[in-house]
């Protein structure tokens, strides 16, 4: 059984960081793309970042490049999604997601490929 369990989510003032854990089990990782996506209220979810376990290859959203790192950890199924100089508007519940096989650089913004999600780690950032 495939499952993803998200961690690290909390309340930080504008401008600092947090690190949000993805933990990956009950599937072969190197075979898989992770993603982050979050949605905050009212608002559909949307692709912040993603790492194709395989090659390594990463990707983000425009809103987030520069301020945050993906990363694995294919010896722990883990992939990290270090976030810095966070804005208010970053608020939001962030998911991590599977995706089977490798994913190009606008193929992983479609949530579809993604088959398994975890339950959501919410992180706020107060102004």
């Known amino acids: 059984e495939v499952q993803l369990v998200e961690s690290g989510g909390g309340l930080v003032q504008a401008g600092g960081s947090l690190r949000l854990s993805c933990a990956a089990s009950?599937?072969?990782?190197?075979?898989?793309?992770i993603g982050w996506f979050r949605q905050a209220p009212g608002k559909e979810r949307e692709g912040v970042s993603c790492?194709?376990?395989?090659?390594?290859?990463?990707y983000y959203a425009d809103s987030v490049k520069g301020r945050f790192t993906i990363s694995s950890d294919n010896a722990k199924n883990t992939v990290y999604l270090q976030m810095n100089s966070l804005k208010p508007e970053d608020t939001a519940v962030y998911y991590c997601?599977?995706?089977?096989?490798?994913?190009?650089?606008?193929?992983?913004?479609?949530?579809?490929?993604?088959?398994?999600w975890g339950q959501g780690t919410q992180v706020t950032v107060s102004s």
């Open positions: 790492i194709s376990s395989s090659d390594g290859s990463t």
């Open positions: 997601a599977a995706a089977r096989g490798w994913l190009d650089g606008s193929s992983w913004l479609e949530r579809v490929r993604f088959g398994s």
């Open positions: 009950g599937f072969t990782f190197d075979d898989y793309a």
